[in-house]
């Protein structure tokens, strides 16, 4: 029965055209009168996928039907990873010039704003706080800004931060940010350093504005030598050796 099995599901395949059906890999039963054939697929791209046949009898009939086939991958083959929508698959830094980038609709990052009013001693006001917007940062967008800026290069985890001489909110080329992230973040505007970045106020580098230059003679990175921190000592000459004197030779 498995036997001719396999041949009817071999041949179902070349009926339909199938390429690449290699050697038969076994059978799995689905229930009482079914079961499935797999054969190893040989064609060029597909490692490790498998050609399943369907095959179908009644109890006690010798006669085998074909009742679906199809290439599916095995346990071992390569396949494509699983889909993600193209909101989800995006990430900072594949922005280019001219890619249009839309907020979700009920994005949580962004609250509505309100309209301005036409009065200039309010609106100029109103803009200030963020209220000639149409739409400005909710709670839950600063703080999602603020933890990814916390973690990243710029924040006060970071080796550079570590090994500094001081902090960013101490040094004159910082400009705080405005708004509720003002005593935490603002901008490096130091071209030698992270310039045009958001740091956080505990980052640091070895450009801060209250570095000195180092003094005296020689390079920094070692310190100088110091005759004084040697003891010397004294040897005294060795004793002239004489040289034998040859005789002269008899005349």
């Not at 970071?158 to 004159?172: E, F, T, V, W």
Request: net charge negative; with cysteine; glycine share 12%.
């Amino acid at each position: 029965m498995l036997e001719s099995g396999a041949a009817v599901a071999r041949a179902a395949l070349a009926d339909v055209g199938a390429d690449g059906v290699g050697e038969h890999l076994g059978v799995t039963a689905e229930d009482e009168v079914s079961a499935t054939h797999h054969f190893a697929c040989t064609m060029s791209g597909y490692r490790g996928w498998q050609w399943a046949v369907v095959v179908a009898a009644v109890t006690g009939s010798s006669a085998v039907t074909v009742s679906e086939s199809a290439l599916l991958p095995g346990p071992d083959a390569l396949i494509a990873p699983e889909w993600l929508p193209w909101d989800q698959r995006v990430q900072p830094g594949d922005l280019s010039p001219g890619d249009l980038l839309a907020p979700a609709p009920d994005d949580p990052r962004l609250v509505p704003g309100f309209a301005a009013t036409g009065d200039p001693e309010i609106d100029d006001v109103a803009y200030e706080s963020g209220l000639g917007r149409r739409q400005v940062l909710s709670l839950e967008g600063r703080l999602d800004a603020a933890q990814r800026w916390y973690d990243g290069d710029y924040g006060p985890n970071s080796d550079m931060a570590k090994s500094a001489p001081s902090i960013c909110g101490l040094c004159g080329f910082f400009t705080p940010l405005a708004g509720a992230l003002h005593g935490v973040f603002g901008v490096c505007c130091n071209s030698m350093s992270a310039d045009g970045h958001v740091v956080h106020f505990s980052y640091g580098c070895g450009a801060h504005s209250d570095v000195a230059a180092p003094t005296g003679m020689g390079s920094p990175a070692f310190e100088p030598f110091d005759d004084a921190a040697i003891e010397l000592v004294e040897i005294e000459p060795r004793a002239a050796v004489e040289a034998p004197v040859e005789a002269a030779p008899a005349e």
